[in-house]
Nanobody, 115 residues
Framework: QVQLVESGGGLVQSGGSLRLSCATSIRLFNINTMGWYRQAPGKQRELVATITSGHTTNYSDFVKGRFTISRDNTKNTMYLQMNSLKPEDTAVYYC?????????WGQGTQVTVSA
């Protein structure tokens, strides 16, 4: 079983920055792809970005050029650096992975961007 714990959310003004962290309960180098998702009130959960064990990254169009996903296998932690935040980025952000046939989600961290 894998436990994922997000942190780093908060309230920030439009144009500001936040860095989210996702700590894993197992050694990160054992996990291939990890990702960040978000869910705004009244909307479906959507993919933000993914990163593979080889550090190949993929971003949804609405965050390209503003967000950066990374992972540090020595710290068993994945990150999401969010710059130039917009009010429409307001959501609960979740980290996600699949391991040995099971899918795992963190509890989420709230990001609120004020206009």
């Amino acid at each position: 079983q894998v436990q994922l714990v997000e942190s780093g959310g908060g309230l920030v003004q439009s144009g500001g920055s936040l860095r989210l962290s996702c700590a894993t309960s197992i050694r990160l180098f054992n996990i291939n792809t990890m990702g960040w998702y978000r869910q705004a009130p009244g909307k479906q959960r959507e993919l933000v970005a993914t990163i593979t064990s080889g550090h190949t990254t993929n971003y949804s169009d609405f965050v390209k050029g503003r967000f950066t996903i990374s992972r540090d296998n020595t710290k068993n932690t994945m990150y999401l650096q969010m710059n130039s935040l917009k009010p429409e980025d307001t959501a609960v952000y979740y980290c996600n992975t699949k391991f040995q046939g099971f899918e795992y989600w963190g509890q989420g961290t709230q990001v609120t961007v004020s206009a």
